[in-house]
């Protein structure tokens, strides 16, 4: 019998880019954390959200996101980008792999994904909590 | 784990990419056998108004569409008020929403409300 987790999940749903708000800093602050305390967490991009894992950010004065970025997928963090919104925004660079679900790109930080809108669906059941950031 | 989830529309429709996110996020989530309810307030109740030509004036999906693949089974709601504050009746409306007020809105919320997603 297949043993059930004990480990609670937490899904964040973010809705806009990086730097036009403090939402991607928000959202990085709470995997952050729960990631420390021992949850697993997941960071759904949507929308202009697509932006976040984008290779090569520079920031004059504000913390750049990517490295933070990096830094939470080093230590956990799952990242899935969604296929419509980044097929749009110029980051889908080839057909689907059949094997895995996911979409080609070089534009990304790796560990973060490009993949379908399904894949959040799936996140949905198996979270003990969902956090919307953005608008 | 998260079995319903309540997408809330705020927005209204074309002029940002809000409600195709709510409601495409939608389909994904009956697809995947969760219970799936919308509700619209605020500028989000104009998305449910009938008669939308968005693809021949714009040349952008329309949103109307949308709500005909969701429901059933989704529940679609409208928030009385803030279709009062817009000067906007009930047959303005597509057929297929029920419209409720703010007490009706909160219960939908309590009832539906495991995960809520707001746009």
């Known amino acids: 019998m297949k043993e059930m987790s004990t480990t609670k999940t937490l899904t964040i749903y973010l809705l806009t880019g990086p730097y036009t708000s403090q939402c991607t800093d928000i959202a990085l602050d709470i995997a952050e954390k729960a990631l420390n305390k021992g949850y697993k967490a997941n960071l759904f991009l949507y929308m202009d959200a697509v932006h976040v894992p984008k290779k090569g950010q520079k920031t004059l004065r504000f913390p750049k996101v990517e490295e933070r970025l990096r830094k939470l997928i080093s230590i956990g963090l799952r990242v899935k980008a969604c296929v419509r919104c980044a097929s749009a925004r110029g980051y889908v660079e080839g057909e689907q792999d059949k094997e895995t679900g996911t979409f080609p790109t070089t534009q990304y930080v790796n560990g973060a994904s490009i993949t379908s809108i399904y894949d959040f669906s799936d996140w949905i059941k198996e979270s003990d909590k969902v956090i919307t950031l953005g608008e | ?119």
């Open chain 2, 1 to 119: 784990m998260v079995n319903s989830i309540l997408i809330m529309i705020t927005k209204a429709p074309y002029g940002r990419e809000n409600v195709y996110g709510g409601l495409y996020t939608a389909i994904a989530c009956l697809e995947r056998k969760l219970s799936v309810t919308v509700v619209l307030v605020n500028d989000g109740v104009y998305s449910a108004m009938k008669g939308q030509a968005s693809y021949k004036t714009l040349g952008y999906p329309n949103i109307e569409d949308l709500f005909y693949a969701l429901f059933p089974p989704a529940k679609i709601f409208v928030d009385q008020s803030s279709m009062d504050e817009r000067g906007i009746q009930k047959e303005d409306l597509i057929e297929i929403v029920e419209v409720i007020d703010e007490e009706e809105l909160l219960n939908r919320i309590r009832e539906h409300g495991e995960a809520i997603i707001t746009y």
